[in-house]
């Protein structure tokens, strides 16, 4: 079985300070996918970042980038520069490799992060 | 289409009444994923489809809830008799068949159930 854990239920950001979203994750499996996705007041669902569990470089996409330590089991989310509008929930999950949780996104219980002015 | 695409956006039944949802995924995209979502928290994986075939069922409440994708039409989640812990959004996501691990799962904008 996998499992995400977000340990941080809120977090608060001055405007352009970088802040760091915590992911902890449990998987047998020895492939695996981890992805981050935001999803603002309004309810939609945006995907933001994905690592492998094979890429050894940390992914990153403009101002996001994603702290994988593997032997941690950890996929931290950093975002630099926050801004307004990275107000939101933020889920981080998890896509198995075998059996059951082949293809199924696994989501943690989420981050609100907030962005002060 | 290249988006997925849920209908209706809000859905309001009483107590024991039948839900019925809709789903058109992207456009080749051969898998398809239900999930649940009450009060903004953590999902709840439903039911998933690799084309018209149920992959993954094991999230489902079978004795109420009902889920098909056939051919050449959105799939459908139908919740039979609806209870009010049903409350919540319903998300209907698509991901492409190749290398599935490794691709983003593309979602839609949702259906809020509300039983009354």
């Known amino acids: 079985a996998q499992k995400i854990t977000q340990t941080q239920p809120g977090m608060f950001v001055q405007e352009k300070e970088a802040v760091t979203l915590d992911c902890t994750y449990d998987?047998?499996?020895?492939?695996?996918?981890l992805f981050w996705y935001k999803q603002p007041s309004s309810g939609e669902m945006i995907f933001l970042i994905y690592q492998g569990s094979y890429d050894e470089q940390n992914a990153t996409e403009g101002r996001y980038s994603l702290n994988f330590q593997k032997a941690r089991k950890s996929a931290n989310l950093v975002i630099s520069a926050s801004q307004l509008g990275d107000s939101a929930m933020y889920f981080c999950a998890m896509r198995g490799g075998s059996g059951t949780s082949y293809g199924k996104l696994t989501f943690g219980q989420g981050t609100i992060l907030t962005v002060h002015p | 289409g290249e988006e997925v695409a849920q209908t209706p956006k809000h859905l309001v039944r009483g107590e024991g009444q039948k839900a019925k949802l809709y789903c058109a995924p992207i456009?080749?995209?051969?898998?398809v994923f239900w999930y649940q979502q009450v009060l903004k928290n953590e999902f709840k994986f439903l039911i998933s489809f690799q084309n018209e075939n149920v992959f993954d069922e094991t999230g489902m409440p079978k004795e109420r809830f009902s889920a098909k994708c056939l051919p050449n039409s959105p799939c459908s989640l139908e919740i039979q008799a609806t209870k009010l812990e049903d409350s919540a959004v319903y998300f209907c996501?698509?991901?492409?068949?190749?290398?599935?691990?490794?691709?983003?799962?593309?979602f839609g904008q949702g259906t809020r159930l509300t039983v009354v």
């Open positions: 996501a698509s991901s492409q068949g190749s290398r599935i691990m490794n691709t983003e799962a593309f």
């Open positions: 998987t047998s499996d020895q492939s695996y996918g």
């Open positions: 456009k080749g995209h051969s898998y």
